[in-house]
């Protein structure tokens, strides 16, 4: 499991919709990178022009 802490990322790089209930929700464009450089996978956001190591990997 990938967890993304986006507490640093200001609110106004989210796009803001309403769903059908109601509720407002943000939406994010990114792109997840892996890299398998020596047999260890490190996984990074792509967001907005610049990386963002946000990912905790957890193996279940």
Excluded: C, P
């Excluded at 507490?7 to 929700?25: A, E, K």
């Amino acid at each position: 499991m990938l967890k993304a802490d986006l507490r640093n990322v200001h609110i106004s790089l989210f796009i803001q919709r309403t769903g059908v209930d109601g509720l407002i929700y943000y939406e994010m464009h990114h792109n997840l990178a892996v890299s398998t450089q020596a047999a260890n996978m490190k996984f990074w956001l792509e967001f907005r022009g610049s990386e963002r190591n946000f990912f905790n990997a957890t193996y279940d």
